[in-house]
């Protein structure tokens, strides 16, 4: 008896060794690929370099444009006003 349990864990110990070396054939050939993949992080990371700058850009774009917009916001009261002031002694401005 003491013989078949040797031979059942030789077996397992086979396997388990079987399954490893698959593993580690796995590794080995998705090597190649290491480089190529490698290319595609570097290319990505340019690319996503370039969008951080442009999205940056477009932001302090946005803030201006915001700053704008409050300045014309401020002088369409005095605007009003003035025109409301013409208006009132019927003074005409020409087009």
């Not at 370099?49 to 999205?55: S, Y």
């Amino acid at each position: 008896m003491n013989a078949e349990r040797y031979m059942v864990h030789l077996l397992e110990l086979a396997v388990t060794f079987i399954e490893r070396l698959e593993d580690h054939l796995e590794i080995i050939r998705n090597v190649p690929h290491l480089d190529e993949n490698l290319k595609k992080m570097s290319t990505a990371l340019a690319e996503m370099d370039i969008l951080v700058a442009e999205t940056a850009e477009l932001a302090e774009n946005i803030l201006k444009w915001r700053e704008q917009q409050k300045e014309i916001s401020s002088c369409i009261p005095r605007v009003l006003a003035e025109e409301n002031f013409l208006h009132k002694y019927d003074v005409t401005v020409p087009p």
